[in-house]
């Protein structure tokens, strides 16, 4: 069965860091493209970051220069850190295979 179990949600004031990670099992996963999104309260889904299969990345400027995607093949993980958060970071993150599979998400506050 394709799993994608996202970690490492939590409550963090603004400013601090959180590092999130998506343990992929059941597909090939070094050969998908794979990708952050998050939904924030009373929003849509929002695209944060993607890594290709051959490691090129993209962001969305929000978060561009304070979050950095990442993945080791070797571990069929995906990570996500992120740095100098912003309450407006606030949101459930989850983790996709080319949006084709999906995991449950993991909340993000981030709160004084």
């Known amino acids: 069965d394709v799993q994608l179990q996202a970690s490492g949600g939590g409550l963090v004031q603004p400013g601090g860091s959180l590092r999130l990670s998506c343990a992929a099992s059941g597909f090939r996963f070094s050969s998908y493209a794979m990708s952050w999104l998050r939904q924030a309260p009373g929003k849509g889904l929002e695209t944060v970051a993607d890594i290709m299969n051959d ?47 999906w995991g449950q998400g993991t909340l993000v506050t981030v709160s004084s």
Do not use: W
């Open 55 to 101: 490691g090129r990345t993209a962001y969305v400027d929000s978060v561009k220069g304070r979050f950095t995607i990442s993945r080791d093949n070797a571990k069929n993980t995906l990570y996500l850190q992120m740095n100098s958060l912003h309450p407006e970071d606030t949101a459930l993150y989850f983790c996709t295979a080319a949006f084709a599979f």
